[in-house]
């Protein structure tokens, strides 16, 4: 049982792994035995991040920003040479963008839109002969997509474009998934409530308590709950789950 939730000796990339969501996942990935790299657009945060996990297992900072096809393809590329094959792609990295529905602005569509879901398919794409070769019928490569609740139910904030992109990453991981099952690559995606990170930080501060007391579990997600849920989609327990969408979010979007 221990083997089939087991990644150990996997190689995994995670995108905008120097903080939040995806810092908790490649923490996890880290501390289960893969051989990780991480990418942000911030070098100096990225390199801080890989050398601190660096002291508990395998990972290497490729810093990117992805909101351009031509990242996608140099950090593929970056890969590539110095891995014959990828195991596990998590496409984490995000913005968002809060402003009044009399206000929100082209750019913050473009910025929002560009990174959230153009970058997972161009990223997914320029990865998926890595993928293949470290595909098996037992136990194939994996794609994890990161949506949101924001894309399930409709959001309190003023997150336009953000709701709408994470909705389209739920729709987009259906679509990969199906093309890419017959070369042995499961494409899922998760959807996370509130968590503490970087991105709610402004927000659990000024309604963190009261957030929690919604929840129907009573409480924010903590890192483990995320790495779990991360590790079972990479590892063989999950080798015949492809196109679902898991929310991880106390019962909030179905309960609430």
Not at 90 to 113: C, H, I, Q, T
Not at 233 to 248: D, E, F, K, N, Q
Request: hydrophobic fraction near 45%; charged fraction near 20%.
């Amino acid at each position: 049982m221990s083997d089939l939730f087991s990644i150990e000796g996997k190689t995994a990339l995670v995108t905008g792994g120097s903080r939040g969501i995806g810092l908790m996942i490649a923490r996890g990935f880290v501390e289960a035995g893969a051989r990780v790299y991480i990418s942000s657009r911030k070098q100096e945060v990225c390199d801080a991040v890989a050398a601190d996990l660096s002291k508990i297992g395998s990972c290497v900072s490729l810093p990117a920003d992805l909101s351009s096809e031509e990242e996608c393809l140099r950090l593929a590329g970056e890969i590539r040479e110095r891995e014959s094959e990828l195991n596990i792609l998590v496409n984490n990295a995000g913005a968002n963008w809060g402003e009044s529905y009399e206000s929100f602005p082209e750019k913050g569509w473009d910025r929002v839109l560009d990174l959230n879901v153009k970058a997972l398919f161009f990223l997914t794409r320029a990865c998926t002969d890595l993928l293949e070769k470290g595909a098996s019928a037992e136990d194939p490569a994996r794609v994890i997509n990161i949506g949101s609740v924001d894309g399930i139910k409709t959001p309190v904030l003023d997150t336009w474009a953000y709701s709408s992109s994470k909705a389209a990453v739920h729709m987009l991981t259906r679509h990969l998934a199906k093309t890419l099952a017959p070369r042995k690559i499961t494409v899922n995606a998760v959807a996370p409530g509130p968590f503490q990170s970087q991105m709610m930080a402004a927000t659990l501060d000024a309604f963190g308590e009261a957030i929690a007391k919604s929840n129907p579990m009573g409480r924010i997600g903590e890192p483990n709950d995320m790495a779990g849920v991360a590790i079972y989609l990479a590892s063989r327990a999950s080798a015949y789950v492809t196109g679902v969408l898991i929310p991880v979010d106390g019962g909030i979007s179905g309960l609430t």
